[in-house]
């Protein structure tokens, strides 16, 4: 029955080492610890590239990074046809409009980055109002696109070492409102935006208040499409005034600044600027803008 | 399984059954019954069923004794066969003393019986190499060659058995000089007969490989299995026999494959020829298992150490050196795998099987404790680890 003649078959165990933290007792150990390894770098490397493409489609898309820059002002007419306060009410620009500021191609050609557009810019119809109708009267409306309660966040951009501090603040009626806080004492412009993508091809005007303090110089609002195409409208010397000022203006009336091809498209409206820029006329220096109630109809 | 085995009887086995029971009918003491014991046990015998031929042997013994008398000659043959399978189950303690009593009848008339008396002590000096009492071996084979020197000559059949017998013994003693010379001697007398002298060829293999030249060896074990294979053919019980030792030694020289190949071949003659049961094929499918563990085929190899200890717990008994082995290989095979538990239990196991089989000095409790001693080792048992080196030093000076 025992046919190796083997007198002593009993197996003698092989004493094992102290276990070391990685230990390649065989062969084999060496291409599982390696398979392992590769495995897990894969697995982490595809897990974290899995929340970085779920995290970048769940943001808007910014648009090509082409940076603008602040609208330099054509020649500004010597004061604004501001109407005389009334606090009851707001005073709607007319159809045609008060235009203070009618923009010759060769102003616009002097300042806007690819300028040259023959478009005259009409200036919205500006009034000092006292706040609370105007807001009660925006807030009642069901439809439209509100910046601030709707918008992502607001960021910043500044020519040279010019300074700006975006805070979004509740002003004394609740209602939300964002603040510049800016020094183009070493700079001339500053600005900031809120990405969006939004059809706003069913709005036909923007609306908004704002008032300042501090330096007089001059305040830009401008919207960008996916293209690249600046459009917007500019308010020199404005920022100084401590009275709400209100903003009611047609799209259709904004003035084509640079970028991308002349017609905005409204479809694709990726990005919406607030500037504050120290263009002829203005002071620079130090001053505050605050701006609520924005709002597409 | 259990209907497994009991399906296994077969119309010869049930007919050898109803041949015992018919003649139990007939009373105790009656020639038929001895006659039908004997044919039955003879049959569970060559099945490789010891323990169950091992009661049908002790009756058919007792009937003789009853019938022939007390220390009868006729006793005598009977239990020689009963030692050799007692020695085969590893019941080495009876074997050694039912050997002793058939010694004792046959120096009774000790002209008559010498060569029986010089076979008795040669298996004597067989069971003492197990005992690892090796003055005493050396005692009795000394006495047996004189006795087969005077009685059968130097050139005899006998002598030659003889020779191997005290080559195997040297080489367990590790004695592998007059191991070599008395295997020689062997060959020579074989060959001055005209005997068959393959036995000392595949034993000169066995030496070899014990003196780790795995060379000679493996030359050796090719040419006996070549002059097997011409002589019996491809499906032989020796030749069976002979792939297994070619193939543990291929194994131990590193040859993985080649000893796969050759194991696998005995395991399939031995299951052709002795069927699923036998402990024959138990050691040729513990062989595989082995290959398979050097594979990392743990699976495979687990299901064959189960297989096999099986076979042999049903066919040789709890204390068989081929279940041992298995069950030596298993935890081996846990062990490898880092199955504490159950290597555990497997060497507590074997260290108690050893003390009961050959006492609590036998080097095979030694390499048992030591075995238990590294597993306890790897688990960081240290107290379990400081009782087993107490008591091996114990062992060691002799306490």
């Given at each position: 029955m025992n046919t190796s003649g083997d007198m002593s078959p009993q197996r003698v165990l092989t004493p094992r080492?102290?276990?070391?933290?990685?230990?390649?007792?065989?062969?084999?150990?060496?291409?599982w610890f390696a398979a392992s390894l590769i495995l897990f770098s894969g697995g982490t490397a595809a897990f974290i590239l899995a929340v970085y493409f779920v995290h970048r489609a769940q943001t808007p898309m910014a648009i090509a990074p082409q940076i603008p820059a602040p609208v330099i002002?054509?020649?500004?007419?010597?004061?604004?046809?501001?109407?005389?306060?009334s606090p009851s009410a707001v005073d709607a620009p007319p159809a045609g409009g008060p235009n203070p500021r009618p923009s010759s191609p060769k102003s616009a050609g002097n300042g806007a980055r690819g300028g040259g557009d023959p478009r005259p810019v009409k200036r919205p119809v500006a009034a000092k109002i006292p706040p609370a109708p105007v807001v009660k009267k925006i807030e009642s409306r069901a439809s439209g696109y509100f910046l601030l309660q709707q918008g992502g966040p607001f960021k910043s951009f500044v020519d040279r070492r010019a300074k700006i501090a975006v805070d979004r603040v509740d002003d004394s009626y609740g209602e939300p409102a964002v603040q510049l806080t800016y020094d183009l004492s070493q700079g001339d412009w500053v600005q900031c935006f809120v990405n969006v993508r939004e059809n706003f091809s069913n709005y036909t005007r923007v609306q908004f208040l704002f008032k300042g303090e501090g330096a007089k110089n001059t305040l830009e609002f401008k919207i960008v499409d996916s293209d690249g195409t600046n459009v917007g409208a500019l308010w020199s010397q404005q920022t100084a005034k401590k009275a709400w000022t209100v903003v009611d203006l047609p799209l259709s009336e904004l003035t084509y600044l640079w970028g991308g091809d002349p017609l905005l498209d409204f479809r694709r409206v990726r990005q919406i600027f607030?500037?504050?820029?120290k263009k002829s006329g203005d002071k620079g220096g130090r001053g505050r803008v605050t701006l609520r109630?924005?709002?597409?109809? | 399984m259990a209907t497994e085995w009991a399906g296994a009887i077969t119309e010869e086995e049930a007919s050898l059954r109803a041949a015992v029971q018919s003649a139990e009918r007939l009373g105790r003491l009656n020639h038929r019954r001895l006659d039908a014991l004997i044919a039955l046990a003879e049959y569970d015998t060559q099945k490789g069923r010891l323990c169950e031929a091992e009661p049908l042997w002790v009756k058919a013994l007792s009937l003789q004794e009853k019938i022939f008398g007390p220390e009868h000659q006729k006793l005598a043959a009977p239990m020689v066969s009963l030692a050799r399978q007692y020695e085969t189950m590893g019941r080495y303690a009876e074997a050694e003393a039912v050997l002793l009593l058939a010694?004792?009848?046959?120096?009774?008339?000790?002209?008559?019986?010498?060569?029986?008396i010089a076979e008795d002590l040669m298996l004597l000096a067989r069971l003492d190499s197990r005992w690892g009492r090796w003055g005493e071996g050396d005692v009795r084979l000394s006495r047996a060659y004189n006795i087969l020197r005077i009685v059968a000559g130097e050139h005899s059949p006998d002598m030659a058995r003889f020779h191997l017998a005290?080559?195997?013994?040297?080489?367990?003693?590790?004695?592998?000089?007059?191991?070599?010379a008395s295997l020689l001697k062997a060959v020579d007398v074989f060959r001055r007969g005209q005997g068959d002298d393959m036995d000392a060829w595949v034993r000169l293999g066995h030496l070899a490989r014990a003196q780790g030249d795995f060379r000679e060896a493996e030359t050796l074990y090719r040419r006996v299995l070549a002059r097997r294979v011409r002589s019996e053919g491809e499906g032989g019980r020796t030749v069976s026999a002979d792939l297994l030792a070619l193939g543990?030694?291929?194994?131990?020289?590193?040859?993985?494959?080649?000893?796969?190949?050759?194991?696998?071949?005995?395991?399939?003659?031995r299951e052709k020829i002795l069927g699923l049961r036998h402990p024959d094929t138990a050691e040729s499918a513990v062989a595989v298992a082995d290959i398979n563990v050097s594979f990392h085929q743990f699976e495979e190899a687990e299901t064959g150490y189960l297989r096999a200890w099986e076979v042999y717990e049903r066919t040789l008994g709890p204390d068989s050196p081929g279940l041992l082995k298995t069950q030596s290989g298993l935890a081996a095979l846990y062990f490898d795998r880092s199955c504490y538990e159950e290597a555990d239990r497997l060497l507590d196991h074997l260290v108690r099987s050893y003390e009961r089989i050959f006492g609590f000095q036998h080097a095979s409790v030694r390499v048992a404790l030591t075995n238990q001693r590294i597993s306890f080792e790897a688990q960081e048992r240290r107290d379990e680890v400081d009782a087993i080196d107490k008591r091996l030093m114990e062992m060691e000076n002799g306490k």
């Open positions: 080492r102290k276990r070391a933290f990685l230990s390649f007792r065989r062969k084999s150990d060496l291409l002002a054509p020649a500004v007419p010597p004061a604004l046809p501001a109407p005389p306060p607030f500037a504050v820029s109630g924005i709002k597409f109809l | 010694l004792k009848i046959h120096e009774r008339d000790s002209v008559e019986n010498s060569v029986r005290r080559g195997d013994f040297h080489r367990n003693a590790g004695r592998f000089e007059k191991s070599h543990t030694l291929l194994e131990a020289a590193g040859k993985g494959k080649l000893a796969l190949k050759q194991v696998r071949r005995s395991l399939d003659i």
